[in-house]
């Protein structure tokens, strides 16, 4: 349970939420005083969802036009790792600014987060060591590099529209219909490009795995293993807690908002296999891959 800061009194023993009056109330709001039940109530925003509509909180950073652009590029990446602060910012503005942070952000770290994983040519081993497999002709690994990248491309976006597609329709079916600035599509415009860094074919596991000072046949061992994973899920928690987040700002119930942000991530994991599988004629084949790099002395 969400526990009030000290700004905010405790309701009255006894009373009932402003908004509905079926519920105990459990904080009295510090701008206007109602009782609010915990649904009402923004502890990251230390308002009450009446007062949170009425006087939003200052939008994201990549709208504030008195900004340079780097401060508001960097203000917006920083954001990421509060999602519960910076989630109220998302009630503010015109969601279609979002796009051209997506376009700066997500499209190139799709791109890239290919380029590991999908590579014929190009192999990545240990000690961010790059080795050519066979003897390929410049064309031949530039093709090979835009190949991976467009795959990239194609799964973290495939994965994007799984994710905010039905989160969208859900939130608005849970929580406040008439929002003008459309916070849950802004959520995945301005962080989907956590998307591209974590979980299993993540920018994050691949750099790692690059980095290590081993050689690519070599065993990892289980422990670094899970290690590593674990470490390549953070950014994909960041932003179900920022989708979370916005939901619940978006008018969404505690439960409902957790709700509408699982729905879409089992559908994601349902729907990655799958891609990965209709696309694995074009994909390097893990076999093939590792006698290449013992070849390549890897
Ligand atoms: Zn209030
Ligand atoms: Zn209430």
Redesign the pocket.
Known sequence: MERPPRQAEPAPEGSTCAEHPEREALVT?P????Y?CIACWHNAAE??H??LLRDPLPPVPWADEERGWVSRLAGTLGDAIRPSRSAPGFLRGAWTRGISFAALTFLPLAALSGIIPFTHRVLFGGRFAITLAGDPTGAEVALDLLQAAGFGLLLSAVKLLCLAVPFASLTRAYGDKDIESRPARQVMLYRGWLLTLGGNGGLLLGLMVWGLPFSSGADLGELTQVMLYVISLLPLLLLLWSMTSTARVAGAGPVASTVVVLVPFLAMMFAEPMLLDLISPWLPDSEALREAAEAAGL
């Open positions: 709001c701008r206007c005083g109602s609010c308002r009450c009446a007062c």
